[in-house]
């Protein structure tokens, strides 16, 4: 039998460094890739966008929506949507409550953070980048909110799935539709609503 002959193939894939590989003569062209530099994106893999863009809750708004949620240091408050962090804040330095901010951007929770080690309440309150639709929010005692209308609909059946009953849920500005509220304040020229899950 002849002998075989051996090409050794060299390569360079994207800048790495040379691979070697064995290739007996005569064999079909084989396409060589370099899996390890692959670029392959999908949509699972790419990054969610916010459905609403950050607008801060100006100071007189984040009080009346505490202060009409009767917060307390027993309470923990959920901010769904938690941009710098202000309301979970001053939850924490102002009632002594806990605090949890639960926000899809992760510059902005880098931002809380420092915020709130800045206010002195790092120790309380907490934050996470995730989005607020997969995250379980049923330590809650209080939920607060500044999303839109349409988000605040999507989000009631959640609300009513994981919160416990007499927990209260507060938002500026926006509505449930159906779901009226039992209290509602004009801080500002804006809407501030109150509502509370009901006994199942």
Do not use: C
């Not at 460094?17 to 370099?34: I, M, N, T, Y």
């Not at 007189?60 to 202060?67: S, Y």
């Not at 992760?106 to 420092?114: E, S």
């Amino acid at each position: 039998m002849p002998s075989a002959r051996i090409a050794l193939v060299l390569f360079l894939s994207l800048g790495a460094a040379p691979h070697a590989r064995l290739f007996p003569l005569g064999s079909p062209p084989v396409e060589l890739v370099a899996s390890s530099f692959r670029r392959t994106v999908t949509a699972s893999q790419a990054p969610r966008t916010p459905d609403v863009h950050f607008v801060p809750t100006p100071t007189a708004v984040v009080d009346a929506m505490l202060e009409l949620a009767n917060v307390t240091a027993s309470d923990v408050v959920y901010d769904l949507g938690s941009g710098d962090g202000r309301i979970v804040i001053a939850a924490a330095r102002k009632f002594g409550a806990r605090g949890v901010g639960i926000e899809l951007d992760p510059q902005l929770v880098n931002q809380a953070n420092r915020n709130a080690r800045k206010a002195g309440v790092a120790d309380k309150v907490s934050f996470l980048s995730a989005d607020l639709f997969n995250v379980d929010i049923s330590e809650a005692t209080v939920v607060t909110l500044y999303l839109l209308r349409s988000i605040n609909l999507r989000l009631q059946p959640k609300l009513m799935r994981e919160l416990k009953p007499g927990t209260r849920v507060v938002s500026h500005r926006f509505d449930m539709g159906d779901w009226k509220p039992e209290r509602e304040l004009t801080v500002r020229g804006v809407h501030v609503y109150l509502w509370t899950i009901p006994n199942r």
